[in-house]
């Protein structure tokens, strides 16, 4: 079984913000955490309306900061700004199928297409930071295009450290099962991502020769899984008091106006499964005071 940094929290844009790692670390302090990610331009021009630009990671255990982009120069700036501000390793987006990003943008899932592209973005990241480099990759660009395997050669060949990889192409985005390869004879450790939720989940990547696991969707409203896989805890008896600490974490962090429309999608996935969680996404989908919401989080859970 992976020791508790090997096991790693996957960057979900929206969703692994600074509050929701707060909530994590609650549970599983010595798992490996990244951020959600996080654009090369809008980091480097340091863009107010992005709040995510301005985070410092000193306190926040083992983390990667992953950015996207397409210019070497700019992504090698934005992985020293992610260096002076703590994070532990730098991760470079080469798998988001988002089309703004994967096809508008030129970044994210387009540079499985583009290799000599992802290697100068890698050896620029390299070059300006003193921390390690990984990639994180899918298997290809569509079904007849799966050459995962050169891009981990280039990554090697231009300094990265360590690849993720996940079981989908960009054209399957995150629809039908992951297909986890066997891993055999490859020049740098690789981290499995799709479809992990579980210990026997962990146990049989490890069995097809991968160095680690990443979590994804897993963890949405359950963010003690990482806990419970790691054997630091069970699943807490008491939900309600999870989800107000995420949300106070929220409201400190973006402020109350902008954090409660923020945090219904986490109402949601929290309470997902419970008798009446229907009823519930509906109420909270219709309050916007702080107040307001901490009580119906309160009954709703007390009966849960």
Partial sequence: ???????????????????????????????????????????????????????????????????????????????????????????????????????????????????????????????????PVSIKTRLGWDEKHQDWMDLVHVAAESG????????RTRAAGYVGPAQLPEISNLSLPIIANGDLSCVSDLERVEKLGYNGAMIGRAMLGKPWIFGQICGNCDAPKDIGDIVLKHLDFMIDYYGAKTAIPMFRKHAAWY??????????????????????????????????
């Fill in 160 to 167: 990265a450290s360590f690849v993720t990889l996940h079981g």
């Fill in 1 to 131: 079984m992976f020791n508790n940094n090997q096991i790693f929290t996957a960057p979900l844009a929206g969703i692994t913000d600074k509050p929701f790692r707060q909530v994590i670390r609650m549970f599983a302090p010595d798992v490996s955490m990244v951020t959600e990610m996080i654009s090369c331009h809008s980091l480097v021009g340091a863009h107010k309306n992005c709040i995510r630009n301005f985070d410092r990671y000193e306190s926040e255990g083992n983390i990667g900061a992953q950015i996207f982009g397409a210019e070497p120069d700019l992504m090698g700036a934005a992985a020293k700004i992610l260096q002076d501000a703590g994070a532990k390793w730098i991760d470079i987006n080469m798998g988001c199928p988002v089309p703004k990003v994967a096809t508008r943008a030129g970044a994210g899932a387009f540079l499985m297409k583009d290799h000599a592209l992802a290697g100068r973005i890698i050896e620029a990241c390299v070059k300006s930071v003193k921390i």
């Fill in 271 to 304: 309470s997902s499964g419970m008798p009446n969680s229907a009823q519930f996404r509906i109420k909270v989908n219709q309050i916007s005071d702080e107040k307001e919401l901490k009580q119906i989080i309160k009954e709703f859970f007390a009966r849960g």
